[in-house]
């Protein structure tokens, strides 16, 4: 089934397609929404272009809008409806085990035709984390809640140690609950990794972001 995968630039979205793959998919598009307002990726933070660099990377077409926080439905369904007139039967997301999401992702992609693709659900979210790593991807932390997550995490890939700290502190493995997010630069679905020069940490209300840019655009 040629598919389209619903992409933050995170370690689930990314994570997600890479099942959706590894089952026999065909992933033709990443589709990807970013605030009118900063032109970043919401909440994540991540500037637009550095999402169209996975998709280079990748080799798969990115289909990037804008939306504000009024319109995100309407943005999504006219966006993923102009796929199935390309032959997309179906979407792959990186829900885990927030049942609203869940059921607003099965309500439009019903009424746009299309099946939901769900290969994340209900596995436990250490074994999200350590699968992600084992299967040779790195991510950054680029954004977290300033009152949960500790400034030095900001930057820092997630591995092992990032785990245990996150354990320590009764934080969801994977922040399910928008606790942190981060930007993939690489592994097995990448043809090449993504360099990234860290700006320095910003601080906007109650949220760390990382300030950053790709090597080629120094």
């Known amino acids: 089934m040629i598919i389209a995968a619903s992409w933050s630039g995170g370690k689930d979205s990314c994570f ?92 439009v992609c019903s009424e746009i035709g299309i099946e939901p693709l769900e290969p994340l659900w209900k596995i436990n979210t250490e074994d999200i984390f350590t699968g992600f790593l084992d299967s040779g991807f790195e991510a950054m932390v680029v954004s977290a809640k300033s009152n949960l997550i500790e400034r030095k995490w900001l930057g820092h890939n ?25 930007f993939v630069t690489n592994g097995p679905l990448f043809r090449q990794r993504i360099k990234l020069v860290n700006k320095g940490i910003i601080q906007r209300n109650d949220h760390w972001f990382v300030d950053i840019s790709s090597v080629e655009e120094e």
């Open 158 to 182: 997630i591995d092992r140690e990032f785990l245990e700290y996150l354990k320590s502190k009764r934080i969801d493995a994977c922040g399910e609950n928008g606790e942190y997010h981060t």
């Open 16 to 107: 997600a397609c890479y099942k959706a793959v590894q089952q026999g998919h065909k992933v033709s598009y990443l589709v990807n929404f970013i605030s009118q307002e900063y032109r970043r990726v919401s909440f994540h933070g991540t500037p637009a272009n550095l999402v169209a660099e996975q998709a280079k990377s990748m080799h798969i077409s990115l289909l990037q809008k804008e939306t504000a926080t009024n319109n995100y439905e309407e943005k999504f369904k006219e966006a993923v409806g102009s796929l199935v007139e390309e032959g997309v039967e179906g979407m792959v997301f990186g829900d885990i085990y927030l049942q609203e999401h869940r059921d607003w992702v099965e309500r």
